[in-house]
């Protein structure tokens, strides 16, 4: 069975930096294929992926955001950590990480997530 | 502003069919396939549909998807009033380095 917990603090304060890990079970980051993301949703509003890692340790960032994002992975923990910095009241979000896999065409989605962790920025 | 283009809500009464769309361009939905996820407020979105019309085990033949050109369609037949949620499609968009992208999300209501 594949699962994903995420972790890290509630409350950050503007300008600190945020750092989260996903810790997962049930599959290997070293197997060709597989992937572990960031995904963030302020109150009321939409899904915005944030980062990818793979396999391979391949890094992937959100355009918007690359400036901001470090992830890296600890395979033999199973562990991908995410850091985000100049942390601002509109970071407020739940922060999801996902494993991301490849269908026989080599397509890949986003199947299993965790349950999420809030995050607010405030002084 | 979302890169892939949801209604914001759709509604259905129990036993309806209900059809959700998702329009994108040739750099994400024209060129990679469409993934649709469930999202019931307050948990974890849940993956419904992948490489645009395939179920993962134990979702219900129910939730159907199709993609032609740069739109993609989830469809809900038999509608029931657990559907009630919040439903969002994602594609890969190869442009900028590549991003993935999500659609701004649907309320889906049962009446």
């Known amino acids: 069975q594949v699962t994903l917990r995420e972790s890290g603090p509630a409350l950050v304060k503007p300008t600190q930096t945020l750092t989260l890990t996903c810790s997962f079970s049930?599959?290997?980051?070293?197997?060709?294929?597989?992937?572990v993301s960031w995904i963030r949703q302020p109150p009321g509003k939409a899904l915005e992926w944030l980062a990818f890692i793979d396999w391979d340790d391949d890094k992937y960032y959100s355009t918007s955001l690359k400036t901001r994002l470090t992830i890296s992975k600890d395979t033999s923990k199973n562990q991908v950590v995410l850091t985000m910095t100049n942390m601002d009241p509109v970071d407020t979000a739940t922060y999801y990480c996902a494993r991301i896999q490849r269908d026989q065409y080599y397509y890949y989605y986003m199947d299993v997530w965790g349950k999420g962790t809030t995050v607010t920025v405030s002084s | 502003q979302s890169v892939l283009t949801q209604p914001p809500s759709a509604s259905g009464t129990p036993g309806q069919r209900v059809t959700i769309s998702c329009s994108g361009s040739?750099?994400?939905?024209?060129?990679?396939?469409v993934n649709w996820y469930q999202q019931v407020p307050g948990t974890a979105p849940k993956l419904l549909i992948y490489s645009n019309n395939q179920r993962p085990s134990g979702v219900p033949d129910r939730f159907s998807g199709s993609k032609s050109g740069t739109s993609a369609s989830l469809a809900i037949s038999g509608l029931q009033s657990e559907d009630e949620a919040d439903y969002y499609c994602a594609a890969w968009d190869d442009s900028l380095n590549g991003n993935w992208v999500f659609g701004g999300g649907t309320k889906l209501t049962v009446l």
């Open positions: 049930g599959f290997s980051l070293s197997t060709s294929g597989m992937c």
């Open positions: 040739s750099s994400n939905i024209g060129s990679n396939t």
